[in-house]
């Protein structure tokens, strides 16, 4: 039996009910199962079911599901079924897309609706090439008016729940589940595209430079609020939003960066080649613009930091940071 390879990344909305236009009855691929994490702990489970199903509901309701075009909630392809609760949590039965995409879904349980949107990358249909490129953007504020009101500036309340048998499936070039979901044990995964074509458009420019792609290795993506503690981040820090990714370039595969300046040492000077390159590619796209981190330490001497912000950020450690101070008065440029 061919299984399909589902992942999905999750914002919630609230607002008015759509026009979800007419209903469509389709056969579907075989169940696949994906869970999320509720905001307050509580996990939950969907199935994407082959004929789809119905369970006796909590409370009155129904979720809608449609294809987006563009930024409306329109399309031809939808489906229905029951939200309910079961002994292992809250779960829907649906039919899983033909092809990958954004859609909406839309549920009503009294007189509450809301509106989720929702990502699925489909494998192992009709649709081989598919991948989680297609993962809507996380919801977020407009910072250039906010960026400075850290306190408006909340990380997302929902989060996807990633199965362990989604380790291996293909998130961009060189990120799979496993790098990007939270390494607390909580399986947990937020993403914003944008991260993940800055990331694969790095490891394109190192081919050029004679280095092979995979050398390109994430080691943090999204964080969930009790890992970002635990590793000592910033209460706002980007990896909770799902738009950052630290990373390190390892040819070699022994866990530390490798000496790309070939002086025969592996020092602050490789990470400033990197980072050079991502103030160019930042510079020159509006979707990728955000922060670059330089980071030394005893275990992978050092590592890169790189997220799609909105805006421009720049650090470092210790002489990394004044290094960063040096460039934006030779080049004129303004945090903005």
Not at 43 to 48: A, D, H, K, P, V
Not at 55 to 60: G, Q
Not at 80 to 91: H, K, L, Q, Y
Not at 118 to 129: C, L, M
Request: glycine share 12%; hydrophobic share 40%; aromatic share 10%.
């Amino acid at each position: 039996m061919r299984i399909a390879a589902v992942a999905a990344a999750w914002t919630l909305a609230l607002g008015a009910w759509a026009d979800l236009g007419p209903w469509h009855s389709r056969a579907f691929a075989s169940p696949v199962s994906v869970a999320w994490t509720w905001p307050g702990g509580e996990r939950g489970s969907m199935t994407l079911g082959g004929q789809g199903g119905v369970f006796t509901p909590a409370a009155p309701g129904t979720a809608v599901v449609v294809r987006c075009e563009g930024a409306d909630a329109s399309g031809q392809d939808a489906w229905e079924s029951s939200w309910g609760v079961t002994n292992r949590g809250m779960r829907f039965e649906a039919g899983l897309p033909r092809e990958s995409g954004t859609y909406w879904v839309a549920q009503r349980v009294g007189r509450i609706d809301r509106r989720i949107v929702a990502a699925f990358a489909v494998a192992g249909g009709r649709d081989r090439e598919a991948d989680a490129r297609s993962f809507p953007p996380v919801t977020r504020h407009d910072s250039e008016k906010i960026r400075r009101y850290r306190s408006a500036y909340e990380p997302p309340a929902w989060q996807a729940f990633a199965p362990r048998w989604a380790d291996a499936f293909p998130m961009s070039h060189g990120v799979r589940v496993a790098d990007f979901c939270s390494h607390d044990g909580d399986r947990c995964l937020v993403v914003d595209p944008d991260v993940l074509d800055l990331f694969a458009r790095i490891a394109t420019e190192l081919e050029g430079w004679g280095i092979p792609a995979h050398a390109l290795r994430p080691i943090s993506g999204y964080r969930s609020h009790d890992h970002n503690r635990s590793e000592g981040g910033a209460a706002r820090s980007r990896h909770r939003y799902g738009d950052a990714i630290d990373f390190i370039v390892d040819a070699d595969a022994d866990g530390r960066m490798d000496d790309l300046d070939g002086d025969g040492d592996t020092d602050g000077n490789d990470l400033w080649r990197v980072a050079l390159l991502v103030e160019d590619l930042q510079a020159g796209n509006a979707s990728w613009r955000g922060g670059c981190g330089l980071y030394l330490s005893d275990t992978t001497i050092g590592s890169v930091h790189i997220d799609t912000r909105g805006h421009r950020a720049r650090w470092g450690t210790g002489a990394l940071d004044a290094r960063w101070d040096r460039l934006a008065r030779e080049r004129g440029i303004t945090d903005e």
